[in-house]
């Protein structure tokens, strides 16, 4: 009997430890639970597809809200309409709205609104109808009252490059201050000087070219020549033989290649510091020159002839080894001088006799193809033995 009592509490003793063993484990993984949470739940990625951005609709056509590029030529719109659809196009880069009824006006204001989207539409003015982005204006045929009109115009075309002006008597000098202000556009017009019209973009002139004259040109002076001022675009200009005393109108022609200035009576030739590009001159039979330092800009002049000039100084030339041909016939230069030049500019091919019955253009200076080529852009014959000579 004692020994069942004593079996049983051993019994009992073994079952209290156990119970406390788990309830300490127990007690020590809620303290666990406590200090460290529990992960979370990966459910990224997972059954969560985006909700498709539904099509806008415009005069019956579906366009996604998602394209870059919206095209509405062709369809019914207004501004209320596309009041109410813009906002729906969240990355759209391109607006077209040419082929719509659209206004100018009204386009030209979501344009300022929308700076980031580039945006196409019709102008209505001028009788025409054109394309925002139009490069070029011609406005030869249209009857202005005043400049006002095209300055108005001008911010419905942001893409202008050019604007022909009318010959209806606007002062060159109110058209030319549109050149000035707004540097991005070109202005042009139609200059009247002595017997001839010049469009003021031409890039070639030649005073001779008068076949109505029988070829031979008047004898401009500095005041006929002043319009011409205005001609910045010219490329190759022949005013040989002429009474004008200075070359201030050549100032802003920048793009000179040819030029030809022969038998003038002027002294200063300044300007032609500002011709970069130059590549053929003639200066020949103008013995009021006296000064040639203004050529050392020219570093792409490669034919220069001077036959018939006096001059105090050479040192000039020595200073231009760029130079192909040289021709200086009939120059009072000594022999040394000549000696010293040649030295300066191995390269030049130097033509300098002092009594040369060919006269200025001899030794073959009107059969290099630089010649030839000069004549070409002028429409105009060789003459090889000299002007007027075959």
Request: hydrophobic share 40%; net charge negative; aromatic share 12%.
């Amino acid at each position: 009997m004692r020994f069942f009592s004593s079996k049983k509490f051993f019994v009992i003793l073994l079952l209290s430890t156990v119970l406390l063993s788990a309830a300490l484990l127990l007690s020590a993984c809620e303290n666990a639970a406590g200090r460290f949470p529990a992960a979370p739940e990966i459910t990224e990625g997972i059954n969560e597809t985006p909700a498709p951005v539904p099509p806008v609709e415009i005069d019956g056509v579906l366009f996604s809200a998602e394209t870059p590029r919206l095209v509405l030529s062709g369809l019914k719109v207004d501004e209320t309409v596309l009041e109410e659809v813009l906002p729906s196009f969240e990355v759209l880069d391109s607006l077209d709205l040419r082929g719509t009824s659209i206004s100018h006006e009204y386009a030209l204001s979501l344009s300022e609104r929308y700076p980031e989207t580039e945006i196409f539409w019709d102008v209505r003015l001028f009788g025409m109808l054109l394309p925002s982005d139009t490069k070029e204006l011609d406005l030869t045929d249209t009857q202005l009252d005043s400049l006002n009109e095209v300055e108005d115009a001008l911010k419905y075309y942001p893409y202008l490059e050019k604007v022909i002006l009318p010959d209806i008597g606007f002062p060159y000098e109110d058209m030319d201050d549109l050149n000035r202000r707004y540097g991005d556009i070109r202005f042009v017009w139609t200059v009247h000087f002595s017997v001839y019209t010049l469009r003021t973009d031409a890039t070639v002139f030649c005073a001779s070219n008068i076949p109505k004259l029988g070829n031979t040109a008047p004898e401009l002076t500095s005041q006929d020549l002043d319009p011409i001022k205005y001609c910045i675009d010219l490329e190759a200009l022949d005013l040989g033989h002429m009474k004008y005393t200075d070359l201030e109108f050549l100032r802003d022609m920048t793009k000179m290649k040819y030029l030809i200035l022969v038998q003038g009576k002027f002294s200063d030739i300044s300007v032609i510091a500002n011709m970069p590009d130059l590549y053929y001159l003639e200066l020949f039979n103008n013995n009021r020159i006296i000064d040639l330092s203004p050529l050392i800009s020219c570093k792409n002049l490669k034919h220069l002839n001077i036959g018939y000039c006096l001059f105090a100084e050479w040192e000039t030339l020595k200073e231009m080894p760029w130079l192909e041909r040289l021709w200086m016939p009939h120059v009072q230069i000594s022999g040394q001088g000549l000696d010293e030049l040649r030295e300066a500019l191995p390269d030049t091919l130097i033509y300098a006799p002092f009594n040369d019955v060919q006269g200025s253009t001899g030794g073959g200076w009107r059969t290099d193809q630089s010649y030839y080529d000069m004549r070409d852009l002028m429409e105009m014959p060789y003459y090889p033995g000299g002007t007027g000579m075959g």
